[in-house]
């Protein structure tokens, strides 16, 4: 994104010239004068988590791009509850909230908030199998699971008085969705309310898990913050600075960078991965992380591309004469010097080899992570045909260096009136999307199932509300 470093020193002048009328520091020229952005969190794969102790999330993304904006260092502080947040924000420990939060009344007329940045809706989840509800009124004498301190207990509190009594709502003190997705995955209780864009990275984790209605409209998405009178000009300058991302483009890529990649898997595809996961992963994850670190790349991603070409089977031979868990031709194998396609070694040392080939082929103004989506591609459908879907792009006003403009002209390929326009023809377009977009998928759950691990646990975990025969019968695992 632009940098604006004239900001800051109109800024600054700004304030030592007591522009704003104040003779105490008001809170944006406090951060800009410590350098440091302090921004109260949660733990989750759509806000904010540590992956091999490298902070990521859309939550994050969103306030390391603010406190670059603004010349300081951000530090990100986890809490365990949402209660917590907030009352962090009272305190005034910390600047602002970035944690996946809805603007509600109540939060409203307490905290001072940043405009929209996103959009959601309240969903209610179900487990199939179960008795599906169509509407509030099926609620009622069924429990329903929240996060304490959420919109959601706001939202169903407000319809128990007005109008349905038996609503009958359990509030789970803790931070992240996927507790209350475990919860009704292992039968605890039947309904959970979460916000869409949650469920959706994380439906792939609970395959029989789906949703049963949306509970109300869209609502906006804010930053929340600090408890204070003086933080007028920190609110404009946020509000002014996701301005511009809306403007320039930047808030849609993180949005389809972090949100984009659960479309294109079915529910039964989610389903067979995550038995493969279990069943088959752990044979091949020693041998998969040393190939990963033989070619400095990611392992989730290498595992990834592995499962979507065989499915982990180092046996799999495709009718075309394709072999291996990287299924690579005859000729590709011989251009890399792979003696054995069916030896899971020499195959995935191959296919890691041609990966990034193909990646150190691109053009330079390639940047990641659209860089690694375009070497996806192309491993699928070929250098050729990458580029005559990039000519495509910016033939029809896209631009040829983004992943999300390129997919949508990759299926252009398979009609005559396109493909006869480019140098290498006709191309099975729509399959590379496909391809691209399941390894995307793969890739996050990869990531996610490990999120457990890596995250300091909070004072009072999940176990507290699960029967001891679940945790016996290990109905919890993934």
């Known amino acids: 994104m632009n940098h604006y470093p004239w900001r800051i020193v109109i800024l600054v002048l700004a304030l030592t010239a007591g522009l704003w009328g104040c003779s105490a520091k008001d809170s944006l020229q406090r951060i800009v004068d410590d350098g440091e952005l302090v921004v109260v969190t949660r733990s989750s794969p759509t806000t904010f988590y540590l992956n091999n102790d490298a902070p990521e999330g859309f939550e994050y993304d969103l306030a390391s791009l603010l406190a670059e904006d603004m010349g300081v260092q951000l530090t990100m502080q986890p809490a365990f509850s949402l209660d917590e947040i907030f009352t962090r924000l009272r305190r005034g420990e910390a600047d602002f909230a970035a944690a996946g939060l809805t603007l509600t009344g109540e939060r409203e007329a307490i905290f001072p908030h940043s405009v929209a940045y996103h959009q959601l809706k309240p969903q209610v989840i179900y487990r199939t199998g179960q008795r599906k509800p169509r509407s509030v009124a099926d609620l009622e004498g069924r429990r329903v699971l929240v996060l304490a301190g959420s919109s959601h207990a706001e939202a169903l509190a407000a319809l128990r008085e007005g109008g349905f009594p038996g609503l009958a709502v359990e509030e789970i003190d803790d931070v992240d969705s996927m507790a209350l997705l475990d919860l009704v995955d292992s039968d605890y209780a039947p309904l959970a309310v979460i916000d869409s864009n949650e469920f959706n990275v994380q439906q792939s984790l609970y395959p029989r898990l789906e949703v049963a209605f949306d509970l109300g409209s869209d609502q906006s998405m804010v930053w929340y913050l600090a408890q204070n009178d003086d933080n007028q000009s920190l609110r404009d300058y946020i509000d002014e600075f996701i301005a511009r991302l809306q403007a320039d483009g930047t808030l849609e890529q993180l949005q389809e960078l972090h949100f984009g990649h659960a479309d294109g898997v079915s529910r039964v595809g989610s389903h067979t991965f995550a038995l493969n996961m279990r069943r088959k992963l752990p044979a091949y994850s020693d041998l998969i992380q040393q190939v990963a670190e033989e070619y400095q ?182």
Do not use: C
């Open 297 to 478: 790349l990611d392992w989730h991603l290498l595992a990834a591309i592995a499962y979507q070409e065989s499915h982990w089977d180092p046996q799999a031979t495709s009718p075309t004469g394709v072999r291996g868990m990287m299924m690579l031709t005859e000729p590709t194998a011989q251009e890399l010097g792979i003696a054995d396609r069916l030896d899971p070694l020499q195959s995935l040392r191959g296919g890691a080899r041609y990966l990034k080939n193909i990646k150190r082929r691109l053009p330079d103004d390639i940047y990641e992570p659209d860089r690694t989506w375009f070497a996806l591609a192309a491993y699928n459908i070929g250098m050729g045909h990458l580029e005559d879907a990039r000519v495509l792009t910016e033939r029809h006003g896209g631009d040829p260096h983004l992943w999300n403009d390129v997919l949508e002209r990759l299926p252009l390929l398979q009609k005559s009136r396109y493909y006869e326009t480019v140098r290498y023809g006709y191309a099975r377009g729509l399959e590379a999307v496909t391809y691209v977009q399941n390894i995307r998928h793969y890739y996050n759950i990869l990531h996610w199932q490990e999120l457990p691990e890596q995250q300091q646990l909070p004072p009072a975990t999940l176990d507290a509300y699960l029967p001891e025969l679940l945790q016996q019968t290990g109905l919890l695992a993934l």
